[in-house]
């Protein structure tokens, strides 16, 4: 089985990823980990790409990959994809989310990140959270996702409709 996991900052990609991959015994990429270096330090888009590409040829029988990141061998993930699972939280979910997340790793490194990259939130990631992270492009990016997959797409707006339907 293949689960590639899309949805807002805060939503729980990371840790619904975690769980399908302990439920199914599946390796799991989270994106965040391969997008920043230590000290936040952002990769370059080539250094993505060959991440992900080495873990797509690795595990060609399944996976769970959790992360938008649409420049980043979205074809491929989308295309091999047994399920794509979007989860589209209200802010009023997700950022509560992120301050427990803060709270529970700060100055930590938590698992689906970066090794040295401790769990931060500043300004530009709030805005991020609230608004940045929700513009019309971003939008379009997940319908765009929804109209070329759809009998593999699944539009989760609550954590009740995700747990009630995956039975987590």
């Not at 390796?27 to 370059?44: A, K, M, N, Q, Y």
């Not at 080495?54 to 420049?71: H, M, Q, R, S, T």
């Not at 301050?99 to 805005?127: A, I, N, S």
Request: proline share 6%; hydrophobic share 35%.
């Amino acid at each position: 089985m293949k689960i590639a996991i899309i949805g807002y900052s805060g939503s729980g990609k990371s840790t619904l990823a975690r769980q399908l991959g302990e439920a199914y015994n599946l390796p799991v990429l989270h994106f965040d980990s391969i997008h920043f270096l230590p000290g936040w330090v952002e990769t370059d888009r080539p250094y993505k790409r060959e991440k992900v590409t080495e873990f797509l040829d690795a595990n060609p029988e399944g996976w769970v990959i959790d992360g938008n990141y649409f420049k980043i061998c979205a074809e491929r993930r989308f295309a091999e994809a047994d399920h794509i699972l979007y989860l589209d939280f209200p802010r009023r979910v997700c950022l509560p989310r992120v301050l427990r997340r803060w709270l529970q790793y700060r100055g930590k490194t938590r698992p689906d990140m970066g090794e040295g990259c401790e769990e931060k939130v500043d300004r530009e990631f709030l805005l991020w959270v609230l608004r940045d992270g929700r513009s019309p492009e971003k939008l379009a990016e997940f319908r765009a996702v929804q109209a070329q997959y759809p009998d593999k797409f699944h539009h989760f707006t609550s954590p009740k409709q995700l747990e009630k339907e995956l039975k987590l």
